[in-house]
């Protein structure tokens, strides 16, 4: 498979290095290592959803519970938690880790891919959610911690997108 695995722990580490103690997420190609990883760890919570707007609930819950968690889902998995994100999380001012395999983009193989790539970032913009794009495994330690910082002390929704450039190995 040409997901990284490599990378895939480099971001799992850092999750929890960054006291990540839940993560969500429905299966997706470039999540599936760091979904078998919360599997196989005893020290995470893996709740596996049935649909991606179900993680906003569940990491608001995590919240009010002093877990920090985070959110593993696509793009088309963002867009269809928007109403979640904007009716519930930014209301009520929810912190939310987004970690979005930005799929879609540049490279982009499969077809039904590529309209969700081309309007997440513009989708984040228009949402005000700040974002940054994990492109290098050297920087993707401060780039969570950053994130889970910030959406810790706003209060209010993060994303950080996973690029090809961090999640591809070609073969």
Not at 81 to 96: E, H, K, T
Not at 141 to 163: E, F, G, H
Request: proline share 5%.
């Amino acid at each position: 498979m040409p997901v990284s695995q490599t990378n895939s722990k480099i971001i799992y580490e850092a999750l929890k290095k960054n006291g990540i103690g839940l993560v969500s997420a429905l299966p997706e190609t470039w999540l599936v290592h760091l979904i078998r990883m919360a599997e196989d760890d005893p020290e995470m919570i893996l709740v596996r959803l049935a649909k991606e707007e179900e993680a906003v609930g569940i990491s608001a819950g995590a919240h009010f519970a002093g877990v920090k968690s985070a959110m593993l889902m696509q793009n088309h998995g963002f867009l269809a938690s928007i109403n979640g994100i904007v009716s519930f999380a930014q209301l009520y001012r929810i912190p939310l880790l987004m970690l979005i395999s930005h799929r879609g983009h540049f490279g982009e193989r499969d077809p039904w891919q590529t309209q969700g790539g081309g309007v997440t970032e513009p989708l984040l913009h228009a949402l005000g959610i700040r974002y940054d794009c994990l492109t290098d495994p050297k920087t993707v330690d401060r780039k969570i911690a950053d994130a889970q910082t910030l959406a810790q002390s706003s209060l209010y929704p993060v994303a950080l997108l996973l690029t090809r450039e961090l999640m591809w190995e070609e073969q």
